[in-house]
């Protein structure tokens, strides 16, 4: 398989290296854009990430009561008090 790519299957001689200096331009593009598509999902995640933060910072330092229900989904909801009978 591998020597039907290299070879030419016409002949048995390499092939012309147009075909080769073609074949480097495709997997360049192809790196090319694979880099790219990398790059902008990196940026749109830093970017969700830094504005989670600054919600959840926002949000923490407007809660003073962490039990408040605005406050209760950064926070997590209030801790249940146990309550004891006295006999």
Do not use: K, N
């Not at 504005?51 to 989904?73: F, G, H």
């Amino acid at each position: 398989m591998l020597t039907r790519l290299l070879l030419d299957p016409r002949d048995g001689r390499p092939r012309h290296p147009v075909f080769w200096l073609v074949a480097a331009a495709i997997a360049s593009a192809q790196l090319l854009v694979f880099y790219g598509l990398c790059s902008r999902q990196v940026r749109t995640a830093e970017a969700h990430r830094d504005l989670v933060v600054l919600v959840r910072q926002a949000t923490t330092a407007r809660c003073d009561d962490p039990t408040s229900a605005d406050c209760a989904v950064f926070h997590g909801p209030a801790p249940a008090v146990a309550q004891y009978a006295v006999r």
